[in-house]
């Protein structure tokens, strides 16, 4: 028998090119991996490996998806998860980490056998191969926002800043603390970051509405600042949004609370408004 060395990691290698370890394997579905697992399966030794600074299990990854269960966002709440697949992912370097990043859409399966979910979580991959949100990493969210910026693209996810927008990257990175069904994070006093977490393939309406008032001027809404694409089987998702960051007193529902309150006669009025002028 003849042993077949491992090559090293350079930069000629692909991004997508991995080092499965035979005692962690990592079972996943992207693309480039497919073919490699099917040569697995069938005992042929061409199989890919999965080249990380600490190996990524599926225990890992159900343990990351399951420690979620709670957020706003996650539709498989009370179901136990059988299994997680990586359906598409990005290697994003982060200078000032030693951790390793990948902009990451995760299948979800379920132990009752029903519909599964597919989620946009972004990986934070540890030296000891725990896994976190990487959307709860500053320097995570700054690296993306100046993937935006430089209209650079980093694997399968393509970055664009809109035309005559400025989109700064320093400052204070923090997440807004609200619960919503997506992620929205302030970039220094400018910029808000907004993550998707349940993108789906094509153009999202948040976009193309924005992309529009934005290209026409019209300054009573936020302006867009830049777009996160990733491409995928089924087609290319938004999975991430930034937006000028505009100081406000508080949010529309609590508004919203605050005028019941005080006049539910005055409210109705100023919620027809916005119906007829939506309607415009």
């Known amino acids: 028998n003849v042993a077949t060395p491992t090559p090293s990691p350079d930069a000629s290698m692909p ?5 499965v370890s035979a005692s962690a394997p990592l079972r996943t579905t992207t693309r480039d991996d497919r073919s490699a697992l099917q040569s697995k399966a069938t005992g042929t030794s061409n199989a890919l490996t999965l080249r990380l600074p ?26 136990d998860v059988e299994r997680v697949d990586i359906l598409e992912r990005a290697r994003v370097k982060v200078p000032q980490s030693g951790a390793h990043y990948e902009d990451a859409l995760l299948s979800v399966s379920y132990q009752d056998g029903g519909a599964g979910d597919t989620f946009h979580v972004p990986l934070k991959i540890h030296g000891d191969g725990s896994l976190s949100d990487a959307l709860e990493d500053p320097e995570f969210v700054r690296a ?17 800043a809109m035309p005559g927008q400025a989109l700064p990257v ?5 997440a807004m603390g609200v619960p919503q069904s997506n992620v929205s994070i302030k970039v220094g006093d400018a910029v808000i970051f907004k993550a998707y977490r349940k ?32 491409e995928t089987d089924q087609g290319p998702m938004t999975i991430g949004m930034a937006f000028e960051q505009i100081k406000a007193d508080g949010d529309g529902w609590k508004r919203t609370l605050e005028a019941l309150h005080a006049n539910s006669a005055q409210l109705l009025d100023q919620v027809a408004l916005l119906g007829k002028r939506i309607g415009e």
Request: hydrophobic fraction near 35%.
């Open 144 to 160: 993306m926002t100046r993937v935006m910026r430089d209209g650079a693209r980093v694997g399968s996810v393509q970055g664009d």
């Open 54 to 79: 600490g190996v990524v299990t599926q225990k890992a990854l159900v343990a990351l998806v399951e420690s979620m269960g709670d957020a706003q966002w996650f539709t498989g709440k009370g179901r």
């Open 170 to 174: 320093d400052g204070a990175v923090k």
């Open 199 to 230: 993108p789906e393939a094509g153009v999202s309406i948040e976009r193309e509405v924005t992309t529009h008032l934005t290209e026409q001027r019209y300054q009573n809404t936020a302006q867009l600042l830049g777009t996160l694409t990733m």
């Open 15 to 19: 991004e997508k090119a991995r080092d």
